[in-house]
């Protein structure tokens, strides 16, 4: 097992960054990470009845274009996975070895398909972290965080935290950004990834990304929903580019 925190010597995020999101009943304002925690894991290859229900999953019951990410169905898929307890031991030892002991246990979990991934920010999330195990084998991908100019190569048992509002993609290695060619039908190219949201809120968490709160306390009064914004201006990111852009 290995954990390595990721992160850029000097700032590489935007200026004027503020992520504002519900923490209750109330809106509030947080600074956007500059930190990734990356580890690999060892689990078990994922049983072939499993990938072969995944695959008709997606055949016969989603429309999975590329850059797309869907839900699979989690409670079906225990059934056909004998090693499901062990990967999710595995990644809350990870975790806990981290400094969140018992965190994962006590999040939600869901079970994850994309093929790649267009550059977004999952802002409507703002009141979380990503925690991501990804199960499928090394396919020549990488997660990309473009402002963060940081490439992680994905395989079985990669293990990713990150703040939500940082920009990311999933892309071929050899890529520089996100190409619907890229990931034709017919081709083995998606990843399977089982993912936990874990509260910013949660003082063991914030200070493992290095987060700021009230960053914005004016401008989080002013909003009904939550959103990243520049200099107080709402913002996306291009999918094909991850840069920024006023939305």
């Not at 055949?59 to 999710?88: F, I, K, N």
């Not at 990309?144 to 509002?165: Q, S, V």
């Not at 039908?185 to 968490?205: C, H, K, M, S, Y």
Request: with cysteine; aromatic share 8%; charged share 20%.
């Amino acid at each position: 097992m290995r954990d390595d925190p990721l992160y850029p010597s000097s700032s590489a995020l935007p200026d004027g960054l503020a992520c504002h999101y519900w923490s209750g009943e109330t809106l509030r304002s947080r600074s956007v990470s500059q930190r990734v925690m990356s580890g690999v894991v060892e689990i078990a290859p994922a049983p072939t009845r499993l990938l072969a229900d995944w695959e008709r999953e997606i055949a016969q019951h989603m429309m999975l274009d590329p850059g797309d990410v869907s839900e699979l169905p989690l409670a079906r898929a225990r059934t056909r996975w004998p090693e499901y307890t062990h990967c999710v031991r595995a990644a809350s030892t990870w975790a806990g070895g981290l400094g969140l002991p018992g965190l994962l246990t006590a999040s939600d979990i869901a079970l994850m398909i994309c093929r790649g991934a267009r550059y977004h920010h999952d802002g409507d999330y703002g009141g979380m972290a990503f925690c991501n195990l990804f199960l499928s084998e090394d396919k020549g991908q990488d997660v990309h965080f473009p402002w963060l100019d940081l490439r992680i190569p994905l395989r079985r048992g990669t293990m990713l935290i990150f703040d939500t509002c940082q920009p990311h993609a999933v892309i071929p290695r050899t890529g520089s950004g996100f190409d619907a060619a890229d990931f034709p039908a017919g081709q083995d190219n998606t990843q399977a990834f089982l993912t936990w949201e874990l509260p910013i809120d949660d003082a063991r968490v914030a200070q493992m990304l290095r987060i700021d709160f009230d960053v914005d306390p004016a401008g989080a009064a002013t909003l009904d929903e939550g959103q990243l914004q520049q200099h107080g201006q709402r913002v996306s990111v291009r999918p094909d580019s991850g840069q920024l852009f006023l939305s």
